[in-house]
């Protein structure tokens, strides 16, 4: 009699921990995720694609999305180890982090004959990147004493900073001899091809 009612117990105590473990596994049924501009795999976690994460033992196929999965729609499966439970995921990847621009403090210009020259933009470029995609550099100056159409602008977009007399493609700004001797403030700003269009610097990329 003694045996027969230790076995009842053990029973009873194993279905109640089955009840607890089998709770549903409730995924978002959508997520937009960004790659950034470092280029590393960003690893999916629990938070990203469960509506209410618990410490219960999960596994996430596929676990890490890259910058080749820009435009694209990944089902994400979460399965519980504990009770084979899983639910499904879309995540669409996206790339909305600017690219990492990085300048030179300082540089110094010669004017010729003309009393002019000209700065372009890889001149002060100090390796920015995009871990993602391909870059594109444009130059302007903050202020301009030699009334240069385009100087304090980038280029002949409709983003900030543009005027549609700009024609240079921001590659470059002008220097004359008002601004000899004088600190001359410049900007550089880095694009990428977040749409992946093959088009750097247009509508849907990013710029720093």
Request: one cysteine or more.
């Amino acid at each position: 009699m003694k045996n027969y009612l230790q076995l009842v117990i053990i029973s009873i105590i194993g279905c109640f921990i089955c009840q607890i473990g089998s709770s549903q596994v409730d995924c978002k049924d959508e997520v937009v995720i960004s790659v950034t501009p470092w280029g590393e795999d960003i690893s999916l976690t629990l938070d990203m694609v469960l509506e209410n994460p618990s410490t219960n033992n999960y596994v996430i196929t596929p676990s890490t999305i890259s910058c080749d999965d820009i435009g694209s729609s990944i089902l994400v499966a979460v399965i519980n180890t504990n009770t084979g439970d899983q639910c499904l995921s879309t995540v669409s990847v996206v790339d909305k982090t600017p690219p990492v621009a990085i300048v030179t403090a300082t540089t110094s210009l010669r004017l010729n004959s003309s009393s002019e020259t000209l700065l372009y933009a890889q001149d002060i470029d100090n390796g920015s990147y995009d871990g993602c995609t391909g870059i594109k550099l444009e130059i302007r100056k903050v202020t301009d004493a030699c009334d240069v159409a385009g100087n304090t602008t980038f280029d002949n977009d409709v983003d900030a900073d543009d005027s549609a007399s700009d024609d240079d493609n921001g590659s470059y700004v002008s220097f004359c001899e008002e601004e000899s001797g004088e600190i001359v403030l410049v900007v550089l700003r880095v694009w990428d091809d977040a749409n992946r269009d093959g088009v750097i610097g247009n509508s849907g990329d990013n710029y720093n």
